[in-house]
């Protein structure tokens, strides 16, 4: 899918269904607070709106095989073209970032982490949301969530903690089936009580709120250098030149 797709994905009512399931549950985890830099990767638009008003600033990267939108449509535009694996910011930049279709779709998987890792503050976390191995809607291509590649949670905690991430919170959404009926997309909210209530593992997506690993360096011991001594007794005298 591309960004044409996702957008209007999103626009229809099973994706403004899904979108607010998801975004519950990812404010669940992550509040919105004043100060912060935020990013968004992949096609995470949909999930921005609720920092818009407390963070200092609020991006927008979408990759080159998926295409850019505008957004916000309501002020000036934020969102740009960017390679997932050299993203246009300096170093320790990012204090959150949230990474909605591209984790399962990107060729580059492990150089994106590490990009991602790089451009993080110390303290910074990614929430990542990706389709689930065991969920319906991994096997339905008519929805975004059915392209690419699904995970299982020790897939995604083994891939977060070899990018140097530490998995913290774990959350689960899209409980209903991905179909467009009406009493279907009504009953959403009963779908998602009952499937977090019997903590089912056939949710839609999982979603990871992981933490930057920033390792101390360890200092060694100095080492001792040895220099060598010369014993005046040993060292033989020459005869004088007559």
């Not at 626009?11 to 607070?33: D, F, K, N, Y």
Request: overall charge positive.
């Amino acid at each position: 899918m591309d960004v044409v797709d996702l957008k209007q994905f999103y626009a229809s009512p099973l994706g403004q269904v899904s979108r607010r399931m998801i975004a519950h549950r990812i404010l669940a985890h992550v509040e919105p607070a004043r100060g912060l830099t935020v990013l968004g990767v992949g096609y995470a638009t949909p999930y921005l709106g609720a920092w818009r008003e407390k963070a200092d600033r609020v991006l927008a990267f979408m990759p080159g095989w998926q295409g850019v939108a505008r957004w916000p449509d309501d002020a000036a535009n934020t969102a740009a073209l960017a390679d997932e694996t050299e993203l246009p910011l300096p170093d320790s930049s990012v204090d959150l970032a949230i990474v909605v279709h591209a984790l399962e779709l990107t060729e580059h998987r492990r150089l994106m982490l590490r990009e991602l890792w790089r451009v993080l503050t110390p303290e910074g976390r990614c929430v990542f949301v990706v389709p689930n191995r065991r969920g319906m809607w991994a096997r339905v291509d008519a929805t975004p969530f059915g392209h690419g590649r699904p995970f299982s949670r020790p897939q995604l905690t083994q891939i977060l903690k070899d990018a140097m991430f530490t998995p913290g919170g774990w959350a689960n959404a899209l409980y209903m089936p991905p179909v467009k009926r009406r009493f279907i997309m009504g009953s959403a909210p009963a779908w998602e009580r009952m499937g977090l209530a019997s903590g089912a593992g056939f949710s839609g997506v999982i979603i990871a709120d992981a933490q930057k690993q920033v390792f101390a360096a360890v200092r060694g011991k100095p080492q001792k250098r040895l220099v060598p001594v010369l014993d005046p007794s040993r060292v033989q005298r020459t005869k004088p030149i007559s």
